[in-house]
């Protein structure tokens, strides 16, 4: 048992590693309760117990899998593939992309970066949603500000399919519309063109179909009201600037300062004297009854994420919640933030605290702030996000020439480095994939690029000393976190191939996650839904499994599964921990 303590030592990894696995177990006994600690805090009458476990021994025969594309599983032999995702207890569920990639690329070199689209015109059909999920998507997004219910409902109801039918594990966020004002839909028309000096007219008047030219429809009663001579109306965050020069009833007729094109329901906001007028902002509702329509539409088709736009305070996240809690029991929807008002980033330790996860939404939040304060604030929400263990989705711009132009520019790549640098969790894809000529070209400029700049971060080894607090209240959450945070520590020491994570919840997967560790995390879980809402975080690879209370008897389970489908190899070294067995256990795959 000797060659066992050379896994303590950093240098080890490259010692030939022991034919028999290791297990680290060091647990303390108080009284007649056995309470694990983690291996780098040995109480004094701690006992390190230290021993060789059994190579796996369930017979890979009895792997089932889910009908995934024909070429990846073309190695699967050992029994014939079920035409619908199986269930059953000898299966192991893992979507169909990222497959491949373990088995073409290796475990060091997948991407941990998470990929969000948004689904629009351009990317809503099935073979077109099935091409982003093969180019990486994790989750696809819909925005209720645009389209109908009817045609989410479509969406989503591709999207599902194409997870049974192919093998996938995308997820589907909703965003709700929020209160904000904004432009009608231009009466169908894909864009209109502001010349400067024109004159044209914001009505809250409704036209059938005789509008007038220039006239634009707002969806805010109070607007003429609350507008004044002399404000600056600007689309879309200042895309397109006018000049307020006239009120006539419900007519404000504004001359174009700055021209541009108009999109359908662009984003509006007014500034007077150079400030923001932000008074009606604290009148209106952050959720809508339009929105509270939306949501039961989104519980109803079982979601995975709500974003909720312009988040003013933590309230509202907590009203969410428990309204979702009590609408659907079985299904946990997460809930999002999207940080894009003055107020959300005032409290903005509270509203990420109270959510699920954020979301950088830069658009808005640049009409908001000042445009140079920006990349501050970004930094700052992927900071505390990490700090607080939720998960950040960067959004908006990334690639917006893409919508026109098959390649990106240098300062586009530039900015999805700078994201991935900062190790957000997850990138988002807005115009580019919902209305834009080359969705595709857009997911794989953002999957490639977050590829080389992970993996040029791992082989500087700038690990980044982020102090990162306690973030549970009980003991027993503090046990996880240590335990979390030296398996990531170990992991990087030992050079493993990856961690494994036993976990029902999936708090302990997004606890090793947010230690950012240079090897990809397996997160085996029981049930579909967190196995879908884990496709939002940094680095976590989701499986669905079922597994039982004894750990021995779940890694023998997943070793032979995994061997059978060719996703791992005798003699891979892993680092496995679960919520079930407080432990590290440290050991070559048999
Ligand atoms: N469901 C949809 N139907 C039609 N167009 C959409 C849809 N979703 C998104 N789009 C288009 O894609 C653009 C970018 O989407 P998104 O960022 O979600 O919205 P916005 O820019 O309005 O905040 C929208 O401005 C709109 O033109
Ligand atoms: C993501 C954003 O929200 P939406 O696309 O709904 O405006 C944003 O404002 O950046
Ligand atoms: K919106
Ligand atoms: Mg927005």
Not at 162 to 168: F, I, V
Not at 238 to 245: A, D, L, P, S, T
């Amino acid at each position: 048992m000797s060659q066992s303590l050379h896994l303590f030592s950093p240098s080890s990894s490259s010692v030939a590693l022991p034919k028999h696995s290791i297990r680290f177990t060091t647990s303390v006994s108080t009284s007649n309760r056995r309470f694990p600690v983690p291996v780098t805090s040995f109480p004094r009458r701690c006992c390190l117990a230290i021993r060789a476990s059994a190579s796996a021994s369930s017979d890979p025969k009895v792997l089932e899998t889910e009908n995934g594309k024909p070429e990846v599983l073309s190695h699967v032999t050992a029994s014939p593939e079920p035409s619908t995702v199986s269930s059953d207890s000898a299966s192991i569920e893992v979507d169909a992309v990222t497959e491949v990639e373990l088995k073409e690329n290796g475990f060091r070199s997948t991407r941990r970066t998470k990929l969000v689209c948004t689904i629009g015109p351009a990317s809503c059909g099935f073979e077109q949603l099935e091409a982003l999920a093969v180019g990486g998507m994790n989750v696809a997004r819909i925005n209720m500000c645009h389209g109908e219910r009817e045609w989410h409902r479509a969406v989503i109801e591709r999207v599902r399919r194409l997870n049974e039918e192919k093998g996938y594990a995308v997820a589907i966020m909703m965003d709700t519309e929020g209160s904000e004002i904004h432009m009608d839909d231009l009466g169908g028309a894909p864009s209109a063109k502001a010349e400067d000096g024109e004159i044209w007219t914001f009505t809250v008047r409704a036209f059938g179909s005789s509008r007038p030219e220039r006239t634009i429809n707002v969806n805010y009663d109070g607007f003429a009201e609350d507008v004044a001579i002399g404000d600056e109306l600007l689309v879309d965050g200042g895309m397109v600037r006018f000049e307020v020069i006239e009120k006539i009833g419900p007519d404000v007729k504004c001359r174009c300062t700055d021209p541009g094109l108009l999109l359908p329901r662009a984003n509006l906001t007014f500034s007077r004297d150079g400030s923001l007028v932000r008074e009606r902002n604290a009148m209106l509702p952050t959720i809508s009854a339009k929105d509270w329509l939306d949501i039961d539409f989104g519980i109803a088709e079982g979601v995975d994420f709500i974003a909720i736009s312009f988040v003013k305070s933590a309230e509202v996240i907590n009203h969410l919640k428990s309204y979702i809690a009590a609408r659907s029991r079985d299904s946990d929807i997460a809930v999002i933030a999207k940080i894009e008002s003055i107020d959300s980033l005032k409290n903005l330790e509270e509203i990420i605290q109270a959510s699920d996860g954020a979301m950088v939404a830069r658009g808005d939040l640049g009409a908001q702030i000042p445009l140079e304060q920006v990349p501050s604030a970004q930094q700052r929400i992927v900071q505390v996000c990490r700090q607080l263990n939720k998960p950040v989705i960067v959004a908006s711009q990334l690639l917006e020439s893409m919508i026109e132009y098959p390649t990106p520019t240098r300062a586009e790549v530039a900015d999805v480095s700078e994201a991935v640098r900062q190790r957000a969790d997850a990138l988002m894809l807005s115009g580019e994939s919902a209305m834009g000529q080359f969705p595709d070209k857009a997911l794989t400029v953002l999957r490639s690029v977050s590829v080389r700049i992970e993996k040029w971060w791992r082989e500087e080894k700038r690990h980044e000393a982020m102090e990162l607090p306690e973030v549970g209240s009980s003991f027993s959450d503090s046990i996880s976190e240590e335990i979390c945070t030296s398996a990531a520590k170990m992991a990087n020491n030992l050079g493993v191939d990856a961690l494994f994570v036993y976990t029902k919840t999936g708090h302990m997967a997004s606890l090793l996650s947010r230690c950012r560790p240079d090897c990809p995390i397996f997160a085996f879980t029981t049930t579909t839904s967190v196995r879908r809402r884990l496709n939002l975080q940094w680095g976590l690879i989701p499986f669905r499994l079922s597994f039982s209370d004894d750990m021995e008897s779940n890694l023998n389970k997943t070793f032979s599964l995994l061997k059978a489908r060719g996703m791992i190899k005798s003699g891979d070294l892993i680092i496995a921990v679960s919520d079930m067995l407080q432990s590290i256990q440290v050991m070559n795959v048999p």
